[in-house]
């Protein structure tokens, strides 16, 4: 079945960087767009970005633009999330998806704190 095991959240000082994975499988992941989302305490899921299948286009919410990117590995069915520059307001549980499914992982958390 479509599975999602995101993992790399962690505590971190603000300024500081993280790099989140997320194991895909159960679906043509080559083939895919996948997207990243958060969820802050207390607030909805947010969208944070987007590739599409060949690696060559994404998208950025405006909130991340010039500090976070996706990066994909088609062979090892891994998409990546380099977060730099971190910010008190990017603590939130990182989730990872394919949105042509309605399945979600567990997440990852983030907290950036000093």
């Known amino acids: 079945q479509v599975q999602f095991v995101e993992s790399g959240g962690g505590l971190v000082q603000p300024g500081g960087s993280l790099r989140l994975s997320c194991a895909a499988s159960?679906?043509?992941?080559?083939?895919?767009?996948m997207s990243w989302y958060r969820q802050a305490p207390g607030k909805g899921r947010e969208l944070v970005g987007t590739?599409?299948?060949?690696?060559?286009?994404?998208w950025y919410s405006g909130s991340v633009k010039g500090r976070f990117t996706i990066s994909r590995d088609n062979d090892k069915n891994i998409v990546y999330l380099q977060m730099n520059n971190l910010m008190p307001e990017d603590t939130a549980v990182y989730y990872c998806?394919?949105?042509?499914?309605?399945?979600w992982g567990q997440g990852t958390q983030v907290t950036v704190s000093s």
């Open positions: 159960g679906f043509t992941f080559e083939t895919s767009a």
């Open positions: 998806r394919t949105p042509q499914y309605n399945v």
């Open positions: 590739i599409y299948n060949a690696g060559l286009a994404t």
